[in-house]
């Protein structure tokens, strides 16, 4: 048995294996994009990374260049007996005469008595940094506020040696907002903002006054529910500052993502902070968004055209073998099934108009034809015929092959009755004019039924029955003409 072949599911099929395809491709230039996205967002990220470790050695470098100029001074100071000589308080007062990074200096006995620039004494025996100093080690306080001035004040202090020993201590105070001034500028045209901070959260210094919190918890709070890189969240910020561990978090605001930067100073557990909108960071690489939108548009235009394209082939294909099933192969005419299916199609639909002519048409004595010059003879003879059949009905007429050497054609919509005989008078005399290779002369001629709709029958059964008929009138007067049907009477 004969498996069906329908074209409508092979076509569904077709296209659900582009559309898989199409997922398929979808889904691949999404997570490109994604990747693109996550690799520019990683590059961004290192790059402000980048940015903090330079501006802490940047800062650090200031530092080393204040200690080292503290340490030539601490050595002169060292080459006098006595600490306080008329020549050295000369050489503090020039230091800030001179207007130097350093606001106020002083020379600190080993009592721990601070004897300042201007001659104001000051007991600093219990400080910290005093204590370190007097150990041979530079250092660098936390902000203190001075009781001389009222300011808040940041100490960097050096050792003075006299001889192998440490004789006192050479000190010299700024500013807690000077820092700041240590750094240099933003890399964001002032869209970021750098702070010091203590490993307690206590904010030392902060380029930008209106983000200086004044209470020493409020940095943990602010910045205390961040997500951090790799997933994690900013509740280990606090633990990131207390064992001097830098970091990159992301954290939301009112006004969109920012990133805070910390990287570890050498100095007392500070640490550098660095806070900038995300969208500034990425601006650099908004060129990389741009590019995705106009790839993503292409490739779904492509997409889209070669869906359409691939539609209107596959519908080609379809028309083209879908007319290949209901063609003759021979003749190139409609074959039998599909004849009648067209021809009851066309006449139960409500596109007529006019007189719709049926012919029915034979070849006389055929099967001589065939027995005398071989069916190959035959075969060329109804190929012509064919042809012939093509040329004389409009495109949009039904011409169909419904035997061996039977033909029916269906005039659509002839205004009358006499513009469908003159057409038949045409095809008769045609086909008495071809010739066929292997028969001599033109021995062929064809016998022809009209029948017509609606006078004759509204069905393909109806009108075949009636041309038949008229056929078979043709026949008895001889062959080699047509008849049209009328009634029980034909003409």
Not at 252 to 257: C, L, M
Request: glycine share 10%.
């Amino acid at each position: 048995m004969m498996e069906n072949h329908n074209p409508r599911s092979g076509l569904k099929k077709y296209f659900m294996a582009c559309s898989v395809y199409f997922v398929f491709m979808m889904f691949s230039i999404i997570y490109f994009f994604y990747c693109v996205q996550v690799n520019a967002v990683n590059t961004a990220e290192k790059t402000i990374e980048g940015h903090v470790k330079r501006q802490r050695d940047h800062f650090e470098k200031i530092l080393d260049i204040h200690y080292n100029y503290l340490d030539g001074m601490a050595r002169y100071i060292g080459t006098s007996e006595d600490l306080l000589s008329e020549a050295n308080m000369t050489l503090l007062q020039s230091v800030i005469f001179e207007e130097n990074s350093f606001e106020r200096m002083a020379i600190i006995d080993r009592d721990g008595l601070s004897t300042y620039e201007d001659g104001i004494q000051k007991d600093v025996g219990g400080r910290e940094y005093f204590q370190k100093a007097m150990k041979g080690q530079r250092t660098l306080s936390d902000p203190i506020d001075s009781k001389v001035d009222g300011n808040r004040r940041v100490i960097m202090a050096v050792p003075v040696f006299q001889g192998e020993v440490v004789s006192g201590v050479l000190g010299g105070s700024y500013d807690v907002g000077f820092l700041s001034h240590l750094l240099f500028e933003d890399l964001y045209d002032g869209a970021g903002y750098t702070m010091i901070v203590m490993s307690s959260g206590s904010v030392i210094s902060c380029d930008k006054e209106e983000e200086l919190p004044g209470d020493p918890d409020l940095f943990f709070r602010r910045y205390g529910t961040m997500k951090k890189k790799g997933d994690r969240r900013a509740g280990d910020l606090k633990a990131d500052f207390a064992a001097g561990k830098g970091g990159c978090a992301k954290f939301r605001t009112p006004e969109g993502d920012s990133y805070l930067v910390y990287e570890p100073l050498s100095s007392n557990g500070w640490m550098l902070c660095y806070v900038i909108p995300a969208a500034k960071v990425w601006e650099d690489f908004s060129f990389i968004r741009y590019y995705e939108v106009i790839l993503a548009g292409v490739l779904l235009g492509g997409l889209a055209v070669l869906a359409v394209y691939i539609w209107k082939v596959k519908t080609r294909e379809e028309r083209a073998l879908m007319q290949y099933a209901q063609t003759d192969a021979l003749t190139g005419a409609v074959n039998k099934d599909s004849t009648q299916k067209q021809i009851d199609q066309w006449l139960g639909g409500g596109q007529r108009t006019g007189v719709q002519a049926f012919l029915m048409l034979d070849i006389d004595n055929f099967k001589t034809v065939n027995d005398e010059y071989g069916h190959g003879a035959g075969d060329e003879a109804l190929r012509q015929i064919g042809r012939v059949l093509a040329q004389e009905f409009r495109e949009h007429d039904i011409v169909g092959r419904i035997g061996g050497d039977e033909f029916v054609v269906l005039m659509k919509n002839m205004a009358e009755e006499e513009m469908a005989i003159a057409r038949v008078e045409n095809l008769c005399r045609r086909i008495r004019e071809i010739s066929v290779k292997g028969i001599p002369g033109n021995i062929l001629s064809s016998s022809v039924g009209v029948a017509y709709s609606p006078s004759h029958g509204n069905t393909y059964e109806e009108l075949y029955l009636c041309a038949d008929k008229a056929l078979y009138e043709t026949k008895k007067r001889g062959r080699d003409g047509y008849t049209v049907y009328s009634g029980e009477e034909t003409i």
